[in-house]
Every structure is written in structure tokens, then in C-alpha cells.
T-cell receptor
């Protein structure tokens, strides 16, 4: 397996534009997580899904952020409209439920909003 | 909800010395405590983990200890090497698969 795949790796956009980040979890993993990493706040859990269903979105900063998981192999995180303070590295991670709950991270998307 | 505090935020040691990173958690229901290492520009990767029914676990030069009563756990790296330089994150998981991370410790190992 190629691991968790995120796209794009880098995204530069203007304030006010819509941004969509994509994630493909490891096949067979039934949990998917979106994290945001900044120097100030570290790694923040935004939302996670189990079997494609959002379980906890309490970390989503505001209504401008939304996430979907239409099937077991694909998830998106959308920011609309984007703001400079959204600039961060966004990581997607997946796990297989059970005793081994190691989270496997994607390479991350570095988002810069200017 | 769970809150994980980690310190120090920065740690500088001489090559060959030991490094210790400490974390505390708030939710007594947490039962899984992984540690991740993130090298510059790369993704976090699991290096060791411990479960609540175990007090200590070792893997070569790294070890973790857990004190459930006090709700704290620690990472110990012995005989540090320059390649140990990275950001280390502790985390706590309540079994609901929601992993909450500490703020991270930037470790510098000076040659």
C-alpha cells in the first residue's frame, strides 16, 4: 500500500478563495482524521470519520471549514472562504479500528493564503 | 474532553546524553498513549506506544513510562544521536479513536 495520500502537497491561494484538500486513506482503514499543524497551536484534531460517517467535528474552527467522506477511499476538507490565518500544514491520517490504533499520516498539504 | 500538556517545548542535549520529555493528560478514560516523531518537513510517525495496563515499555534506546494515578507519561531517549533531532509529540487516546496530541517538543542533539 502506498500509505495515506494527500493532494495537493502545496497550495497557495488568495484570501476569499475556496480551497479543497484531498485525502486517500490506507485501504481497509475505517477511521480517518484531519489535523491542522501550526507553530502556535501544534497538531489540532479538526474532525474524524468512522466508516465514512463524521463522528466528532468539535475541532473544526468555524463554519468556513467543512469535511466530507463520500466513500471509504476518499475525503475532502474544504475552506470557503479562505483567510490568511488558515495558513498551516493540514494532515490526513487513517487507522484501522481495534487494538492497534496507530495513526498513519499522509505527507500533508502546506496551505498558504495570501 | 481530553487535554494533553507536553514539556519542555524545546530541549537541547549533547550527543550521547539522555533526553526526557514529559506529558500529562486530563481524561482518566484514556488508555493508549503513542509517541510520534516528526522530522523537518515530514509527516509524524509512530516511534513507540504504551497501553494503560503497562507501566513501562522499551525499544532499544527509547522507553516510555506511564503513571495512570498521576496521569502522566514520559519518553526517555538514551545515548542520543544527531539523527534523533526532531519534534516529538505525545498523544492520548480514550479508546474512541480520538487521538489528542501534545504541543510537541523540539529536540536538538548537538554533535
Amino acid at each position: 500500500d502506498a500509505g495515506v495520500i494527500q493532494s495537493p502537497r502545496h497550495e497557495v491561494t488568495e484570501m476569499g478563495q475556496e480551497v479543497t484538500l484531498r485525502c486517500k486513506p490506507i485501504s481497509g482503514h475505517d477511521y480517518l482524521f484531519w489535523y491542522r499543524q501550526t507553530m502556535m497551536r501544534g497538531l489540532e484534531l479538526l474532525i474524524y470519520f468512522n466508516n465514512n460517517v463524521p463522528i466528532d467535528d468539535s475541532g473544526m474552527p468555524e463554519d468556513r471549514f467543512s469535511a466530507k467522506m463520500p466513500n471509504a477511499s476518499f475525503s475532502t476538507l474544504k475552506i470557503q472562504p479562505s483567510e490568511p490565518r488558515d495558513s498551516a500544514v493540514y494532515f490526513c491520517a487513517s487507522t484501522k479500528g481495534g487494538l492497534n490504533t496507530e495513526a498513519f499520516f499522509g505527507q500533508g498539504t502546506r496551505l498558504t493564503v495570501v | 474532553g481530553e487535554n494533553v500538556e507536553q514539556h519542555p517545548s524545546t530541549l537541547s542535549v549533547q550527543e550521547g546524553d539522555s533526553a526526557v520529555i514529559k506529558c500529562t493528560y486530563s481524561d482518566s478514560a484514556s488508555n493508549y498513549f503513542p509517541w510520534y516523531k516528526q522530522e523537518l518537513g515530514k509527516r509524524p510517525q509512530l516511534i513507540i506506544d504504551i497501553r494503560s495496563n503497562v507501566g513501562e515499555k522499551k525499544d532499544q534506546r527509547i522507553a516510555v513510562t506511564l503513571n495512570k494515578t498521576a496521569k502522566h507519561f514520559s519518553l526517555h531517549i538514551t545515548e542520543t544521536q544527531p539523527e534523533d533531532s526532531a519534534v516529538y509529540f505525545c498523544a492520548a487516546n480514550t479508546g474512541g479513536f480520538k487521538t489528542i496530541f501534545g504541543a510537541g517538543t523540539r529536540l536538538f542533539v548537538k554533535a
